[in-house]
């Protein structure tokens, strides 16, 4: 492999980001990921 062309790892992100998209993975879960199923499942 050119391992020159591979993408380079990419930098640790700080706690406030991870503590942000945490935040927004726990909304979505909590009811809109539930709805939008719900609605699939009228439409079928």
Sequence with gaps: FEW???D???LPLDEQTIAAQQR???Y????????ILQNLRMAA
């Design 4 to 6: 020159e062309l591979a």
């Design 8 to 10: 380079k790892p990419a």
């Design 24 to 26: 927004q993975f726990d």
């Design 28 to 35: 979505e879960n909590g009811w809109a990921r539930p709805l």
